[in-house]
């Protein structure tokens, strides 16, 4: 099928199935999908993966925290690889932590919210794969989490680098203009990061050794209204959250939707391209 004969009936049709979805929904917000967000679960878990990688070689820690670990899938595999370390695993969603209790791995799962953590050890290494960027005042925040570390503890860290990024522009401007435009004042997918040189200056307060670095991955995304679908995982949840009117997130969706099919269209191969990039800190306490 040729690309615009696929986008003139997707457009007919997908998207409006997506907006007939969403007018029937619940008068509940979204909350923390587990099925969603595990829906492109190879492409998310790719940027973790190359956090663990980086790790010192011959760190051996007795306490670790996996600092919004979702599903649990990381924590899980801390615990494989230091079996003689007590495994932490710290999520607000219930619904989060249900799936990870039931990888049946020897992790002790807590519901709690990463801006009101502190341990009860000093911890030998912390994680925080995709999970510190919802949170405001980073100075305040890492300071907060080497301080957690034990000496010659490690924080490693990864987040989006999304603020700037096309999708994520496009989400803005839609929210911005629209029926829902009132509701959605001040409520945003995502805030900037910092630059990667205050993060080192940051870190550089406590740790002495420290590996900044940043990549982006282009995403090979199946499917129908790929990013949308992507974006719907994490991103927007602050403004479907924000939208307690079923059919006007139905209708937001679908204008939402439109908008990325044009920036994003599908390959003549049914493949959507996705550039996303990352930054990600791994430092050592002295």
């Known amino acids: 099928m040729e690309p615009e004969v696929l986008s003139s009936s997707l457009r007919g049709g997908t998207i409006s199935h997506l907006a007939e979805a969403y007018h029937g ?5 979204p909350g ?41 899938q990381h924590a899980a595999l801390l615990k494989r690889r230091h079996s003689r370390a007590v495994v932490h695993g710290l999520d607000s969603s219930v619904d989060m ?15 709690g919210d990463i801006a009101d953590w502190s341990p009860e050890a000093p911890a030998d290494l912390i994680l925080a794969n995709a999970s510190l960027h919802w949170l405001p005042d980073h100075p305040s925040l890492l300071r907060r989490l080497t301080g957690a570390l034990a000496p010659g503890g490690v924080l490693a860290i990864q987040m989006p680098m999304a603020h700037e990024t096309r999708h994520h522009m496009l989400a ?53 209204d790929a990013v949308l679908e992507w974006m719907k ?51 050592r306490r002295r």
């Open 172 to 224: 803005r401007a839609v929210a911005a203009d629209g029926p829902w435009a009132a509701s959605l004042q001040g409520v945003e997918p995502i805030a900037p990061l910092l630059t990667p040189e205050a993060y080192y200056g940051l870190l550089a307060e406590t740790c002495g050794e420290i590996d900044i670095w940043a990549t982006t991955y282009l995403h090979a995304l199946s499917g129908p």
């Open 32 to 72: 923390w999908d587990p099925q969603q967000y595990s829906r492109f679960e190879a492409e998310r878990d790719r940027a973790a993966l190359d956090l663990l990688l980086r790790l010192p070689g011959a760190l051996d820690p007795r306490e670790i925290w996996d600092l919004g670990c979702g599903a649990g």
């Open 233 to 283: 995982g994490t991103a927007l949840r602050p403004i479907l959250s924000a939208l307690d009117d079923p059919a006007m997130r139905g209708d937001f969706l679908s204008a939402l939707g439109a908008r990325l099919w044009e920036a994003f269209p599908p390959r003549p191969d049914g493949v959507t391209l996705l550039p996303f990039p990352r930054l990600f800190l791994v430092a």
């Open 25 to 29: 929904m619940t008068e509940t917000p």
């Open 97 to 111: 932590l249900a799936r990870a209790r039931a990888l049946g791995a020897d992790v002790d799962w807590r519901q």
